[in-house]
């Protein structure tokens, strides 16, 4: 068993490295004609790496089939080309082309028995991963060399030669290398990609979703705490203008009352006829004054005359009670003289 080995004083990213590959890897199988070896690779599930030796290759077109039937009719070939009783075989399809390598499984099997609970892959499908756009070139696995022939980036021809052969062209496998991806992986890793972009969306919608829902709880709190704002200063202005009309009935009343009333008062009491008596209630409001006092034998018509030429009062109306010898007298309260004239 080859296992990797370092320092305990190497730099941080060789600890890294060596620390990720040892919770990373599995363990392989490299099996040719003469030996069988055991060591890590970095995969995610154990494999056995056959040589190209122990395996047949063909590469068949299958363009003139219908994408839904080919499967079907590689292993209809498998069936037509394998010369073993119990075959075992590793296919990898280019477009409409697949590669497929037959192997002895039964032999395989004696040879190490745990093969069947693993992945079985030949070495010269690594090569797949690095296509030729046309041309030959000469491929060293694990024993041996293969030649193979490329067009179009696809594998048309391939032959195993036991004994090396020197060559500008040459690509050497690394037997660690990870497995080809196979069509149908490739499609899971693509439905895997677009569920995980769609659960990332998903994430990003609710995400949205729940901004959009708080922003709009705190708009409506907002616009709550607007609205009682609102309320408030419309109670506030209310009581302000009550205050200010309060203040301004005041004021007048004030100055109305201020070293004016006692004057009024003691020039209307002289302008009386003498008839008049005790004033039994007396009502000063801005713009109308009213008496109500005692007069047994009152005549309106002297009390007009009286109140008008006193200068203070307008529009005087007497209303005399017969029943109880009272006087009803109103009038409106000039500022000054120069007002009535």
Known sequence: MITPSFSVCGSLPQRLYHWLFRRCSSQQWTIDRDSIRQQPYPGLRPRVLLSRGLCLHFSLNFDKIPAGKRDQALRQQLLLLSPFAEPGHYACWQDARAQLWIWDQAALRQRLPASDR????????????????????????????????????????????ATPESGDNLLRLDPVQRTPLQAADRQLLQQLAFVACTALLLVGLLLQGGAWLDLN????????????????????????????QDRQLWQTRRDLLQGSQSELIARLGQALPPSAGLWQRYDYQPGRLQIFLRDPSPDPRDYVKRLDATGLLG???????????????????LPDRSVRQ
């Open 315 to 333: 529009g005087v109306q007497v209303q005399p009670e017969a029943r109880n010898d009272m006087v009803t007298l109103q009038a409106i309260p």
């Open 118 to 161: 693993y992945s079985t892959l030949p070495d010269s499908a690594l090569s797949l991963d690095f296509p030729l756009h046309e041309g030959e070139r000469l491929v060293a696995g694990l024993h041996g060399q293969e030649w193979q022939r490329w067009q179009n980036r696809q594998l048309i021809d391939s032959r195993w030669h």
């Open 217 to 244: 709880r705190q708009r409506h709190d907002l616009r709550e705490q607007l609205a009682g704002l609102e309320e408030d200063n419309q109670l506030q202005a209310q009581a302000r203008r009550r205050a200010l």
